[in-house]
């Protein structure tokens, strides 16, 4: 793969031209206040931000945020985003009340040098997540002719074939940004020759949202632990009640076929914390995973499945964690979650944190990011690279 880096476009000199960086600001924002409720994407950008700004391009941001229905809805604006944005860089961030129409173009026309600007959320036209070519093609073109050049340090959507992340890179001189290279840098070593053992942390609530990279990294890592929602499913497939708990039904046969042919490298749950009810008041106890109560639900694997994880994560070289353990937004279900991470961060192993939930997780646990080799900021996207999948935005870039 040659893709060319932001270092190439800072060679070629940046300053007075109009550079288009797709980035991706889909932060959370709290309902009530609006608030940001974790920064981490835009903190995830700020390198590639401060270098343009730094060698005085016009810096013009774009983003989505929500899944807003190609119409603009004040809930999913980027306003909030834009005070963040420049509180983190030391300066003001221009913001334009659309993406492509006549606020996006007098904000850009106005920029000085070493300025930035953010222009309004993608989705709220329709041409960027359409399927028409044609529909998409024409946003892109309105939208690339706000730059002179391009930087996709997206890599949270890289895995979309979207106008700003597939369409606009060919109709400008375009590059990867820090983010995303180091993305593409640090999943090619789990997909080349990992140092072993290889272990691998998969949670989350379903076994169909993952069942294509639990096929693609079984035959290749040494150790697969289970947990989170979709281990209900599994543990079905063992024969065990699993009372309320999260079940695919239909995805049981599937999950039996996987535990015989890969028997010595999956790791399930021997204990789960059951309730009962999905409440962060709910009376709950630690049950054995075969001895789930029918009338409760398992929220959380127990102490000891965290100590028999923590003891295969102890002998790892290369760790991919992705999906949280438990419910973890709620203390009485978040040790599982907690007790993984922990483990992973006190091993000599590279460990890759993949994105989405995972991340989130470590942020709102409190535990310390610089603790893990590298944390995703894509989710979706990294386990589409890991199943070996060809990304709309990658491909994009490469020459």
């Not at 169909?208 to 079905?236: H, N, Q, W, Y």
């Not at 994560?313 to 907690?338: C, D, H, Y």
Request: aromatic share 4%.
């Amino acid at each position: 793969m040659t893709i060319r880096n932001l270092d190439d476009l800072l060679a070629e000199g940046v300053s007075g031209r109009r550079v288009l960086v797709r980035a991706d600001l889909n932060v959370p924002l709290d309902k009530q206040t609006g608030d940001i409720t974790d920064d981490g994407r835009i903190r995830a950008v700020l390198p590639t931000l401060s270098a343009l700004v730094q060698a005085g391009a016009k810096v013009v941001v774009c983003s989505h945020l929500g899944r807003p229905k190609g119409a603009p809805d004040p809930q999913f604006s980027l306003r909030p985003v834009a005070g963040r944005l420049g509180e983190l860089l030391g300066a003001p961030v221009h913001f334009a009340e659309d993406t492509v129409g006549d606020s996006a173009q007098s904000t850009v026309a106005d920029l000085a040098d070493g300025q930035v600007a953010l222009l309004e959320n993608l989705r709220f036209n329709k041409g960027e997540t359409s399927k028409d070519e044609a529909e998409r093609g024409t946003f892109a073109d309105q939208l690339a002719a706000l730059g002179d050049a391009y930087v996709d340090d997206a890599f949270g959507a890289v895995h979309r074939k979207h106008a700003s992340v597939h369409d606009v890179p060919a109709r400008l001189p375009h590059v990867a940004g820090r983010l995303v290279l180091r993305e593409v840098e640090v999943l090619s070593k789990l997909t080349g020759a990992p140092e072993r053992p290889y272990v691998v942390v998969l949670g989350g609530s379903k076994v169909s949202d993952k069942l294509a990279v639990i096929e693609a990294l079984l035959p290749t890592v040494d150790r697969l632990l289970i947990g989170g929602g979709m281990c209900f499913t599994f543990l079905k497939a063992q024969g065990h009640e699993v009372g309320t708990s999260l079940l695919e039904e239909e995805m049981v046969e599937t999950c039996r076929n996987l535990l015989e042919r890969f028997a010595g490298k999956i790791m399930l749950p021997v204990d789960v914390v059951a309730a009962d009810a999905f409440a962060p008041d709910a009376a709950h106890d630690t049950v054995p995973a075969d001895g789930i109560p029918s009338h409760r639900l398992g929220l959380d694997i127990g102490p000891e499945t965290v100590a028999g994880f923590a003891a295969a994560l102890s002998q790892a070289k290369t760790i991919f964690w992705n999906g949280p353990m438990g419910v973890f937004e709620m203390a009485a279900f978040a040790n599982g979650t907690r007790g993984v991470a922990e483990a992973i961060t006190k091993t000599d192993a590279f460990s890759v944190v993949g994105g989405g939930d995972s991340a989130a997780a470590v942020r709102a646990l409190g535990l310390d990011e610089s603790s893990f080799g590298h944390i995703s900021t894509g989710g979706g996207a990294s386990l589409e690279y890991l199943e070996g999948k060809t990304l709309p935005g990658i491909a994009a870039l490469e020459n």
